[in-house]
């Protein structure tokens, strides 16, 4: 009875009822235009809005290639140079396929990594040992110190093969740093299977065809590593590496190793017990000397020959061992090297071939080295 006796307070809430009912209409038309608009506008601009937007890191230079195919994957620049930290580059190094088998056909190849402060003086003597070689067959890496750039030309094999480097101070950990910096670099080469740590001051002294037939034959890596009972060898080590690395386990190598593909990748990628010599391994204890040796025979003894390929004379019983210039260079000299009458194992048997390196060679040996590469050396 109410409404009837207010005519008028029922016609002012039917007319706010329809302006309510308007208002919420038009507000949902407008929202609805505008979005369409503003979706049709944005998708329109969408390159432009993407191009304009920079960014820190290119995730890919696929030179207009797809950047997921398998071929862009495995394609390696010719330059060697990228942005990585040590962290990622080790990270990435280390992918290992569960598998065991690659889906093209790998020819496996050698890679020769070159540790240096500076110039190679021996490069002349290096470039003819890969002259007219398959490029398949081998890979060439360079570690210099930060700034210094390799001078070769363009045709050269070591043209562009310089990794990105870092500060190395010799007798400290820095100097195994850069070692493991050469194997990720390399490691990155899905073709590499074999790895020489060269220095500037080491020579061949068989030619490409021996090395490569050598090394990939056979079933061990080369790497010294020994139990040396004296203040240079157990004298070294640390107590504090003890219970994980104990006295017993403790061995002493040449730095100037050659591993395999499996090896490689468990030294780059290990970190508890590299961790232990950063921290307890320093002068008079050298990491390059005692960590790979120390490691090796923890873990794979089995899979080492436990002998270095890389000739060198301690004969002198310095601290270094004795250097060659050029009037010690004669062809009796290197064939002594390359075969001195000794046996050495070679997988299941016995070899007379038991060095393909050999070092230090003074810069003023090159002439010399250079007249007897084809008549003694075989290249």
């Known amino acids: 009875m109410a409404p009837e006796k207010h005519p008028h307070i029922v016609k002012l809430m039917q007319a706010l009822s329809i302006l309510v009912i308007f208002v919420v209409g038009f507000v949902i038309g407008i929202a609805a235009t505008s979005s369409s608009r503003i979706s049709q506008y944005f998708g329109a601009r969408s390159g432009n809005l993407f191009i304009s937007i920079p960014s820190p890191v290119r995730a890919c230079d696929c030179d207009r290639r797809d950047c997921s195919s398998m071929d862009s994957f495995l394609r390696l620049r010719r330059n060697l140079s990228h942005g990585m930290s040590d962290k990622e580059l080790l990270w990435r190094a280390a992918m290992v396929s569960r598998s065991g088998t690659y889906p093209f056909r790998r020819v496996p190849r050698v890679a020769f990594m070159f540790l240096t402060r500076g110039p190679l003086p021996l490069l002349p003597l290096w470039e003819r040992f890969f002259q007219g070689q398959n490029r398949d067959l081998h890979s060439i890496y360079v570690h210099a110190l930060p700034g210094y750039r390799l001078n070769v030309s363009s045709d050269s094999p070591f043209h562009g093969r310089q990794i990105p480097s870092q500060r190395v101070e010799w007798g400290t950990v820095e100097l195994f740093d850069a070692e493991r910096r050469l194997l990720g670099n390399a ?9 020489v740590l060269l220095s500037e001051s080491c020579i061949p002294v068989h030619n490409f065809s021996t090395v490569y037939t050598y090394l ?32 017993r386990q403790w061995r002493k190598g040449s730095q100037w190793v050659e591993l395999n593909r499996d090896l490689a990748t468990y030294i780059v990628s290990e970190t508890k017990y590299y961790s232990l010599f950063r921290k307890f391994c320093k002068p008079a204890c050298y990491p390059d000397e005692h960590y790979i040796p120390t490691y090796l025979n923890m873990f794979h003894g089995s899979k080492n020959s436990n002998r270095t390929i890389t000739w060198v004379d301690w004969s002198t019983r310095a601290s270094h061992p004795a250097s060659f210039e050029k009037g010690n260079v004669t062809a009796d000299f290197i064939r002594s090297i390359r075969s001195n009458g000794t046996l050495c194992r070679y997988n299941d048997g016995k070899t007379d071939i038991c060095f393909l390196f050999a070092r230090k060679f003074a810069p003023s040996a090159l002439g010399s080295l250079l007249k007897l590469s084809s008549t003694v050396m075989g290249f």
Do not use: A, W
Request: avoid cysteine; glycine fraction near 8%; hydrophobic fraction near 30%.
């Open 216 to 247: 990939m034959g056979s079933n061990h890596s080369f790497v010294d590593s020994y139990d040396e009972p004296t203040r240079f060898g157990r004298g070294r080590y640390s107590r504090h590496m003890f219970p994980d690395i104990n006295l």
């Open 187 to 195: 490691l990155l080469d899905f073709s590499n299977e074999r790895f």
